[in-house]
């Protein structure tokens, strides 16, 4: 068995097991105890597409690495492992809306006006104003934005 190898069937028994990735997750869904040679081959094992939602395995993958910065989806189900899967257009992602309050944890689907649209985690909220971080925005990068729901163009919230 190769080291890749190896590395992969040890995250799949990793999340088999149900050991959360979320426990050992630090901030950008980079887990700590990871090395960065380890995260080096996981990132060249799961090259991931700006919008392109893969398997379960290509996710485990990109929270286990830097990978998930180039994709908003991977990004956020690091910082919430409920969120559903086929979540690749935008219409998918409005499909999961079930509320239009925020609160810190919800997942926000933003209306891109493009056909996958975005997703962003929600840090925390203050009145109206409403704090998010994102994978894949601006383009290939994680960052963080504030603002309203309107001014952000949130159409509503997955809890």
Same mark, same amino acid.
């Given at each position: 068995?190769?080291?890749?190898?190896?590395?992969?069937?040890?995250?799949?028994?990793?999340? $088999? /097991? %149900?050991?959360?990735?979320?426990?050992?997750?630090?901030?950008?869904?980079? %887990?700590?105890?990871? @090395?960065?040679?380890? /995260?080096?081959? =996981?990132?060249?094992? =799961?090259?991931?597409? &700006?919008?392109?939602?893969?398997? *379960?395995?290509?996710?485990?993958? *990109?929270?286990?690495? &830097?990978?998930?910065?180039?994709?908003?989806?991977?990004?956020?189900?690091?910082?919430? #492992? @409920?969120? #559903?899967?086929?979540?690749?257009?935008?219409?998918?992602?409005?499909?999961?809306?079930?509320?239009?309050?925020? @609160? %810190?944890?919800?997942? =926000?689907?933003?209306?891109?006006?493009?056909?996958?649209?975005?997703? *962003?985690? +929600?840090?925390? +909220?203050?009145? @109206?104003?409403?704090?998010?971080?994102?994978?894949?925005? #601006?383009?290939? $990068?994680?960052?963080?934005?504030?603002?309203?729901?309107?001014?952000?163009?949130? *159409?509503?919230?997955?809890?």
């Amino acid at each position: 068995m190769t080291h890749q190898s190896a590395w992969r069937t040890l995250s799949l028994l990793a999340a $088999s /097991a %149900a050991l959360m990735i979320t426990a050992t997750v630090a901030s950008g869904c980079i %887990a700590s105890d990871v @090395s960065d040679e380890a /995260a080096d081959e =996981a990132s060249n094992e =799961a090259q991931l597409s &700006a919008e392109e939602v893969g398997t *379960a395995e290509d996710e485990l993958l *990109a929270c286990a690495s &830097a990978t998930n910065c180039d994709n908003c989806v991977y990004y956020a189900r690091c910082r919430k #492992p @409920s969120l #559903p899967y086929g979540l690749t257009s935008y219409n998918d992602k409005v499909a999961i809306i079930n509320t239009q309050t925020a @609160s %810190a944890g919800a997942v =926000a689907i933003i209306n891109t006006g493009s056909y996958y649209g975005h997703v *962003a985690y +929600v840090t925390s +909220v203050s009145g @109206s104003t409403i704090n998010i971080a994102e994978g894949n925005w #601006p383009s290939g $990068s994680c960052g963080t934005r504030s603002g309203t729901k309107t001014g952000l163009k949130i *159409a509503g919230f997955y809890k």
